[in-house]
């Protein structure tokens, strides 16, 4: 019922750049309630990397404020992350994730299939 699209993933040196993008799209009616990305590096647990609410909201992780800026539209089903001074710990599987009550099912996360990047000289 949920399609989330990612793209922009790859190997960059240290304090590179990158821009992972994803496109959410419901089959269904719906409710968004947020968007934005975590991330899971072998051997951890998944975090939150970004997350912007449909108020207007965005959080951000400590390990990557000042270094990473979300952007997009909850209303255009988008969201961009932008990652600058890239560092090898910021290496790790990114998931797209929306936050959304679909049809009848409640509101409950969806998962995009990741992005791997890799920070590595």
């Known amino acids: 019922q949920v399609q989330l699209v990612e793209s922009g993933g790859g190997l960059v040196q240290p304090g590179g750049s990158l821009r992972l993008s994803c496109a959410a799209s419901?089959?269904?009616?719906?409710?968004?309630?947020?968007m934005g990305w975590y991330r899971q590096a072998p051997g951890k647990q998944r975090e939150l990397v970004a997350r912007m609410t449909s108020t207007g909201v965005t959080n951000y992780a400590d390990s990557v404020s000042g270094r990473f800026t979300l952007s997009g539209d909850n209303a255009k089903k988008t969201v961009f992350l932008q990652m600058g001074s890239l560092k090898p710990e910021d290496t790790a599987v990114y998931y797209c994730n929306v936050y959304a009550n679909v049809y009848i099912d409640g509101p409950r996360d969806y998962w995009g299939q990741g992005t791997q990047v890799t920070v590595s000289s």
């Open positions: 419901f089959e269904r009616s719906f409710s968004l309630y947020a």
